[in-house]
């Protein structure tokens, strides 16, 4: 089956007159799912913690005459987040979609070795901020008649125990973003606004690479070994990520809410003999 080009009238409008938050979105994810939905029409309001990736971020966007904007937030920080809100609401006026991208992993080992530190960064971040966002926007999707809410999670969460040794508090944390998707689910549908998650697995973006760093210092691309963990062989393309996100954000998942979306090349049913 041909894939839809741009050139569709269709997907050059299915964000038409919508206006969308992607948070942690200068690169990997966040970026490429503000690249697709503004490609689709949607106003974007895109964000990260350094003015210089932001600024770069918005001339790429708006170098291919995208309706993209953007601001320095720091989504574990409220006045950040509040900042970003009103700022969107002064340039567009409204907000009617939201991808929560943002987090972090500071800790590689195993589970009983991580600091309390490094915990409660994982969850401030990860989850509390996570959720915090969500709630102080829902009240303007609400104003605007509804809208839909995409969490970035990660395929470990899906099988927190095989990560063990390599990243198990962070899979931990995501798990909880698991959770915390389904349980708003039913209280945000009241509101007409949907909710599901999206769960990468090995996806080529700059926090990948950190992880490779730490198996493989000095290595400048992704091993074989990370490559052929999946079905298909490879590691997915942020692009390939942010048309998943694109999908859940759009009316075409308007039967959809609560759900845990898997994007990993079949890693989630192959990887238990090779991990």
Same mark, same amino acid.
């Given at each position: 089956?041909?894939?839809?080009?741009?050139?569709?009238?269709?997907?050059?409008?299915?964000?038409?007159?919508?206006?969308?938050?992607?948070?942690?979105?200068?690169?990997?994810?966040?970026?490429?799912?503000?690249?697709?939905?503004?490609?689709?029409?949607?106003?974007?309001?895109?964000?990260?913690?350094?003015?210089?990736?932001?600024?770069?971020?918005?001339?790429?966007?708006?170098?291919?005459?995208?309706?993209?904007?953007?601001?320095?937030?720091?989504?574990?920080?409220?006045?950040?987040?509040?900042?970003? $809100?009103?700022?969107?609401?002064?340039?567009? @006026?409204? *907000?009617?979609?939201? !991808?929560? #991208?943002?987090? /972090?992993?500071? %800790?590689?080992?195993?589970?009983l070795?991580?600091?309390?530190?490094?915990?409660?960064?994982?969850?401030?971040?990860?989850?509390?901020?996570?959720?915090?966002?969500?709630?102080?926007?829902?009240?303007?999707?609400i104003e605007?008649?509804?809208?839909?809410?995409?969490?970035?999670?990660?395929?470990?969460?899906?099988?927190?125990?095989?990560?063990?040794?390599?990243?198990?508090?962070?899979?931990?944390?995501?798990?909880?973003?698991?959770?915390?998707?389904?349980?708003?689910?039913?209280?945000?549908a009241?509101?007409? $606004?949907?909710?599901?998650?999206?769960?990468? @697995?090995? *996806?080529?973006?700059? !926090?990948? #690479?950190?992880? /490779?760093?730490? %198996?493989?210092?000095?290595?400048?691309?992704?091993?074989?070994?990370?490559?052929?963990?999946?079905?298909?062989?490879?590691?997915?393309?942020?692009?390939?990520?942010?048309a998943?996100?694109?999908?859940l954000?759009?009316?075409?998942?308007?039967?959809?809410?609560?759900?845990?979306?898997?994007?990993?090349?079949?890693?989630?049913?192959?990887?238990?003999?090779?991990?």
């Open positions: 089956m041909e894939s839809c080009s741009y050139g569709d009238d269709y997907l050059r409008k299915r964000f038409a007159g919508k206006v969308a938050i992607c948070t942690a979105s200068t690169a990997g994810i966040g970026y490429a799912t503000a690249e697709r939905i503004a490609r689709e029409g949607a106003k974007v309001v895109i964000c990260s913690r350094r003015q210089e990736k932001v600024d770069a971020a918005v001339k790429k966007l708006r170098d291919q005459n995208l309706e993209v904007s953007g601001i320095v937030c720091h989504q574990a920080k409220k006045e950040d987040r509040q900042r970003l $809100i009103d700022f969107t609401l002064a340039t567009y @006026g409204g *907000i009617d979609l939201l !991808f929560v #991208s943002a987090g /972090v992993n500071p %800790f590689i080992g195993t589970m070795s991580v600091t309390e530190k490094q915990w409660d960064k994982l969850f401030d971040v990860n989850i509390k901020s996570t959720f915090l966002i969500i709630r102080e926007c829902v009240p303007y999707m605007r008649g509804g809208g839909a809410i995409v969490t970035n999670s990660t395929w470990a969460a899906m099988y927190p125990e095989l990560t063990r040794d390599l990243n198990g508090p962070y899979a931990v944390s995501k798990s909880a973003v698991h959770g915390l998707t389904k349980v708003l689910a039913a209280p945000l009241h509101h007409n $606004i949907r909710i599901n998650c999206v769960a990468p @697995g090995p *996806i080529e973006t700059d !926090f990948l #690479s950190g992880l /490779v760093q730490q %198996f493989y210092p000095g290595e400048t691309k992704i091993p074989e070994a990370f490559q052929g963990l999946n079905i298909l062989c490879r590691c997915g393309d942020p692009a390939e990520c942010g998943a996100v694109a999908f954000l759009s009316n075409d998942a308007s039967f959809m809410t609560g759900e845990i979306l898997v994007v990993s090349g079949g890693l989630d049913f192959f990887s238990q003999s090779k991990l």
